[in-house]
């Protein structure tokens, strides 16, 4: 397939979202929006799959593939144009892979909505955003992908307008993204004032040249530029101390909850950070601060996660506190595992969304796991479908979170010990260890909590469905649970459990990801903290350039650092076993624990409950951080808003008026028989030209 | 002589006589609006023959040059000539006039024949102060815009009582400032008469021709340029408006008719940012640079504070109408911004247009609910995304273009005009500008999403005008209605997705304007660094030395900015 294909991949979802718009507009042709929205992402995913080894071996310049010049003045010029390397590929398989599957679940799902054609305008609509997202050359597109992911989440969150609360929750979530996206803003500018240009792949070469530059002293403009980054993405992956949106973003429907807020969007800070990774390692406290953040948003967040009811809320902070884990990754310059953990969480947590999404759907939207029990005969395919997706989040052996988890803390562990270790690094894996232990147990809580112990349900009460073609015959199901059919809802999810279970393995066993990694500029430029040259230069040592010669070639040319490779990779190795080994006890600990108190000894739960009522109390109200910043953000700009505008009014407008009565006074001093307002508006103004003329002439002369 | 320029500013005032002549004919409101539309369409197509005639090789030259003696003992012309700021300014308001026309068709329904009359003369002083090369000329048209606008807010307005008050302090507020700028552009044009002859051509005579008084300015002390920002400003500030001279503007527009608000916001306004651009940054260079920071304090503090009231708002006209003043702050901060390659600038003259298709588009909608159901009270309809959801589609467009989403036009302008604060050289304004400013990015997003939230999503509820539980006035949009927003939501994308065509042929009449403020910005932070108290710039009127050759003028002999000195010379054999 010819490369150039690949131009065409954010487009079609942008047609695809056109198209869907035209079936708005009549009743008859919305059934046609949900294949037009799944063809508009599954084309791409064939485009991607088909220019695969012709992307991958792009060199030099052929990488950046541009359109058009977007916008240019001066010197500052932004392209309407890609930059494909394998990093792009994959995000590419992430985006439209998973998104065609979450797409076909909701042909199902949504089915007999009334907003069905405008949901798939929303869908395609994310993809065109999201795919342009990872494709960007340049940091501008990137804002562009970043702002408009923003504006679909925005929209699919407020999808059912008519709830008071999903239209807070979308307000909320626009508001708290641009917070970020401003320091993502100011971060462009401060990158182009440093590096004059806002194209990636320069400006990651560039900061590669700096970093091998032994003389090389990082401006304060260095440090700064990675902070501003952060912060956009901190809001856009939900991290502390912007995460607040991301619990009540799941008043959407719950494939929106899938695609949008736990496979794709949400990483978009993640893949940002990999992408621009030696931007971040310019400045030395960056990338730690990113693992600290990241490291304890995952506690925090799982923390949370341990006390909800509410099923998507579960997920929703274990996808805060996943994409943490992603966060500690990248900080501690394994952007691999980074985006491997991304990479396997996209599978399996929109698995465990949708899975979700058809208990919603069969318990006529009922949420709470307080009254759903014993469900596992009533929906057994879906039993056994969220069954896989719960023992990839838990890390159990063999599955694909437990790879890439382990992934993640054993780099952590690395930096951590050894002879430059960082007692950060050492820390932030073992409060990681920790998150592997709630998170096992508050996965498994949530699944025998609804799937094992004696059968109870309570219908929820939405009748979303009343006008419900699909079921319209099929009255049963308002009153009883019912599995989900095979097509179009069952089968994507077979697929997505396949990849929760196996994609681990897969990427771990072929090496292929790493490859692509170490070839893309996700690759950090220098290893912190391993001095092998024994001469006393750069603190850092250069591993790849961002070119295919990988760390063999430079063993041969440098014997020396040759040896030290080997002895660090030997320690690097031996963690990774541990770690493996660890993280094993740590999620059947966790699993153990789980089965024993939310499935075979559910009153002990409960006493123990009782006992700690204070601390569930605060976790249930997850720490009351909203109600925090409601006081302390929220109220006083808007009581200042209502102080200014009385100002406003009173002040400023009070102040003009009365000047405007001066002249009026002065006229009727002068001419008592002329009273109106013009006249004495004109004469005040006869005066005002006349003394402003004479001041000019008495100070210019 | 190229008379299409002339033609192009005459031709509605001249259209618009026989609306006012007994014609039987135009006793019915059908006809005074096709005759209405027909005249602002066939001067659209004039300003697109000017479009196809425009040399796009040398945008920065007064193109179509023409000139009618006016009072040729004073030195008065009406001078005719378009380079691309005007030519995209005129482009913008023979645009929206149409669009205007068409949305008044069933808003106006009494003294049909003079609303449509001073709509059609309005839009001839508009276009006049565009293509107006003669200083007088645009201070001429500059005020008689407030004429039609007064009649058009005092006896078209919404509210009896009130629209009568808000036309009178409209026209007052705006007139007393452009009172002192007139007072200005005459200091500017006495100090050339003052001028010693052989400085250049038109020295020491009357001239109010806007390049020959670019070159008189630049012989004027820092403190004389000072008054004259000062006077410039008077007028210039109130039209934008800048915080804290805005108070006309939320009155006005509350009162004005649609069409009223829609020429106010998408037109008028920009008068202003034009003045600022035209004649404050050429003609006072050093004072542009020395205030420059106050100037930004001002447009900044407007961002935040009327962002801030706008979020506070009950009234969604009032509401669009603040977030006009909160918009205008980027627009002057990029205009004083003086980055190397006027990224502020030319994002400025891109915001320029582009909150005018944006925020008039708000306007549109925002008529269209009041002529359903009379009232502009947030508290008063919620849901209408369920009763009308075309109308909803456009307004959430429309919001989002507003608040600056990439990929629409809105963001463009935004994002040059911060991106040039933030290159702002130190002794101008800086990055701390452009971050402070930045706020009103998230600011926009609160009150426009709030707004957004309150009267588009929520539980249905419509306002029930005619006791019949709204039902009558759920009417989604007519095919006219349609057609009156979709122009401007195809502008809005594609200035957003391929606005490269109008920044390209905006630098170099951006630079030329730009280029001596620019120049002082660098040589003060030379002489600041190099020697405190050295003043080369600063040049006395009474020092009649052989070296009063114009210090901060090079475009005299720097062979790029040919243009303007041909055009110096041009007015000089006049």
């Not at chain 1, 780099?411 to 998170?439: D, I, K, P, Q, W």
């Not at chain 2, 990224?343 to 005018?356: L, P, S």
């Not at chain 2, 979709?486 to 391929?498: Q, V």
């Amino acid at each position: 397939m010819p490369i150039e294909l690949i131009k065409l991949i954010p487009w079609i979802p942008l047609l695809g979202a056109v198209l869907c718009a035209v079936c708005c507009m009549k009743p008859a042709w919305r059934k046609a929006a949900g294949p037009i929205s799944v063809l508009s992402i599954f084309i791409p995913f064939l485009i991607t799959c088909g220019v695969y080894s012709a992307a991958s071996g792009l060199q030099g310049d052929d990488k950046v593939q541009t359109i058009y010049q977007w916008m240019s003045v001066g010197g500052f010029s932004v392209n309407m144009g890609y930059f494909i390397d394998p990093l792009t590929m994959i995000m590419l398989f992430v985006v439209t892979g998973i998104g065609s599957l979450i797409a076909t679940y909701a042909m199902g799902y949504m089915k007999g909505e009334r907003g069905y054609a405008r949901f798939f305008m929303g869908v395609s609509l994310f993809i065109f955003a999201m795919t342009t997202l990872v494709m960007a050359d340049n940091l501008v597109l990137l804002y562009l992908g970043w702002e408009g992911v923003g504006l679909c989440s925005y929209l699919l969150i407020g999808y059912y307008y008519e709830k008071p609360e999903a239209v807070a929750a979308a307000k909320k979530a626009f508001i708290v993204n641009r917070i970020g996206d401003l320091g993502f803003a100011l971060g462009i500018f401060l990158t182009y004032m440093t590096y004059d240009t806002v194209s990636l792949s320069v400006v990651t070469s560039k900061a590669v040249a700096f970093l091998s530059d032994p003389n090389y002293i990082a401006t304060s403009a260095d440090l700064w530029i990675p902070f501003l980054l952060m912060l956009g993405a901190f809001g856009k992956s939900a991290q502390i101390p912007l995460y607040v949106w991301l619990p009540d973003a799941m008043a959407g429907p719950t494939p929106v909850s899938a695609l949008v807020h736990a496979a794709t969007m949400v990483t978009a800070g993640v893949y940002m950070i990999a992408r621009l990774i030696p931007v971040f390692q310019l400045s030395p406290y960056a990338l730690p601060t990113v693992a600290t953040i990241g490291g304890i948003t995952a506690l925090f967040a799982g923390t949370i996660a341990l006390c909800q009811y509410d099923l998507k809320k579960v997920f929703a902070y274990s996808t805060v506190s996943q994409l943490g884990y992603m966060f500690l990754g990248v900080g501690a310059l394994s952007s691999f595992g980074g985006i491997f953990h991304l990479f396997t969480h996209a599978f399996f947590k929109a698995l465990l969304f949708l899975t979700a999404g058809s208990v919603m759907h069969a318990l006529a939207g009922q949420l709470d796991l307080r009254a759903m029990s014993g469900l596992r005969k009533k929906m057994p395919v879906t039993c056994w479908l969220m069954f896989a997706g719960c023992l990839a989040l838990a890390g159990f052996p063999f599955t694909a979170g437990f790879f890439s988890k382990d992934t993640i803390l054993a780099e952590a562990m690395v930096r951590g010990t050894g002879e430059h270790g960082s007692n950060l690094y050492f820390f932030l894996a073992l409060m990681g260890l920790l998150t592997a232990l709630l998170t096992a147990f508050y996965t498994f809580r949530l699944w025998f909590r609804v799937f094992m112990g004696p059968e109870h349900f309570e219908m929820g009460d939405d009748h979303g469905h009343s006008d419900d073609d699909a079921h319209g015959d099929d009255h049963s199901h308002a009153h009883e649970p019912h599995e989900m059919p095979w097509w179009p809802m069952n089968i994507p999810l077979v697929v997505l459990a396949f990849g929760a279970i196996f994609a681990g393995m897969i990427v771990h066993w072929t090496g292929w990801m790493e490859h692509s990694i170490e070839t893309s500029t996700a690759q950090p430029a220098i290893a912190l903290n391993i001095q092998t040259d024994p001469q006393p230069t750069p603190a850092y040592e250069i591993i790849t350039v961002s070119n295919t010669t990988d760390t063999h070639d430079t063993a041969t040319e440098h014997p020396a650092a040759a040896t030290g490779h080997s002895a660090e990779h030997d320690r690097a190795h031996g963690i990774h076993i541990l770690m493996m080994w660890i993280s094993s006890f740590i999620a059947l600990l966790g699993i153990g624990l789980a089965a024993y108190f939310h499935w075979l000894n559910r009153p002990l739960t409960d006493k123990v409950a009782a006992k700690f009522g204070m601390v569930v109390e605060v976790l249930y109200n997850k720490y009351y951080i909203d109600e925090f910043y409601d006081l302390v953000i929220v109220k006083p700009l808007r009581t200042l808003g209502h102080g200014f505008y009385r100002f406003d009014q009173a002040v400023i407008h009070g102040l003009v008026i009365t000047v405007g009565y001066i002249p009026r006074l002065a006229g009727w001093s002068i001419q008592p028989t002329q009273s109106g307002k013009m006249q004495g508006y004109g004469l005040g103004m006869v005066l005002g030209v006349a003394i402003a003329a004479l001041l000019v002439f008495k100070w210019a002369f | 002589m190229d008379l299409l320029l002339i033609l192009l500013t005459v031709f509605p005032l001249v259209s618009a006589l026989p609306l006012m002549l007994p014609i039987k004919a135009f006793d019915s409101r059908k006809t005074v609006w096709s005759y209405a539309l027909l005249s602002t369409l066939v001067s659209l197509l004039f300003s697109l023959i000017v479009l196809y005639k425009f040399d796009f090789t040398n945008t920065g030259a007064m193109q179509l040059a023409t000139s009618l003696s006016w009072v040729d003992a004073f030195g008065l012309n009406f001078g005719f000539g378009i380079d691309s700021i005007s030519l995209w300014l005129v482009l913008l308001t023979t645009f929206l006039m149409p669009i205007i026309i068409l949305s008044s068709l069933t808003a106006i329904k009494t003294r049909v024949r003079e609303f449509y009359f001073w709509l059609i003369v309005l839009e001839t002083f508009m276009i006049g102060t565009f293509v107006a090369t003669d200083i007088l000329f645009f201070y001429v048209c500059f005020e008689l815009t407030l004429v039609p606008l007064y009649i058009l807010i005092g006896v078209f307005g919404s509210d009896k009582r009130k629209r009568v008050e808000a036309a009178k302090i409209f026209f007052l507020y705006t007139f007393t400032g452009s009172m002192l700028t007139f007072a200005g552009v005459m200091y500017v044009a006495w100090f050339n008469t003052m001028l010693p002859t052989h400085l250049f051509a038109a020295a020491g005579t009357w001239s109010f021709d806007i390049q020959t008084l670019y070159l008189a300015a630049a012989n004027m002390s820092l403190t004389e340029q000072s008054w004259v920002l000062g006077a410039l400003l008077a007028g210039f500030a109130v039209k934008v408006p800048l915080f804290p001279v805005h108070t006309w503007l939320p009155l006005a527009h509350t009162e004005a008719p649609t069409a009223g608000s829609v020429i106010l916001a998408g037109v008028l306004l920009k008068l202003g940012t034009y003045g600022l651009l035209r004649f404050a940054l050429p003609m006072c260079p050093q004072a542009v640079v020395e205030y420059a920071w106050l100037i930004g304090i001002f447009a900044v503090l407007g961002v935040l504070v009327t962002a801030l009231i706008c979020w506070v708002q009950t009234d969604v006209k009032k509401l669009i109408a603040y977030s006009s003043v909160s918009h205008l702050g980027f627009c002057v901060l990029g205009l004083f911004a003086l980055d190397a390659d006027n990224t502020g600038a030319v994002g400025a003259v891109m915001y320029m247009i582009n909150h005018g298709l944006s925020t008039g588009a708000l306007f549109l909608c925002i008529g269209m609910i009041y002529e359903r159901f009379h009232t502009r009270e947030m508290a008063d309809m919620s849901g209408l995304g369920r009763a009308i959801p075309a109308w909803a589609s456009f307004t959430v467009f429309f919001v989002l273009a507003s608040v600056g989403l990439p990929g629409l036009n809105g963001f463009i302008g935004e994002f040059l005009t911060l991106l040039g604060a933030f290159l702002s050289p130190a002794n101008v304004l800086g990055y701390e500008y452009a971050a402070i400013a930045g706020l009103g990015m998230i600011l926009a997003a609160i009150y426009l999403l709030y707004m957004v939230g309150k009267i588009i999503f929520g539980p249905l509820k419509v306002p029930d005008v005619h006791n019949d539980d709204g039902t009558h006035d759920l009417k989604d949009l007519n095919t006219r209605e349609i057609a009156t927003l979709l122009p401007l939501a195809a502008a809005c994308l594609i200035l957003g997705m391929l606005p490269n065509g109008m920044l390209n042929s905006l630098q170099a009449p951006v630079e030329q304007l730009t280029y001596s403020a620019k120049a002082v910005a660098t040589q003060a932070n030379d002489t600041f660094v190099t020697d405190a108290n050295a003043t080369p710039l600063r040049l006395a009127i009474d020092d009649h030395t052989p070296e009063f050759a114009p210090g901060i003028a090079p475009q005299l002999t720097d062979p790029t900015h040919a243009p303007l000195t041909k055009t110096a010379h041009r007015a000089a054999e006049r």
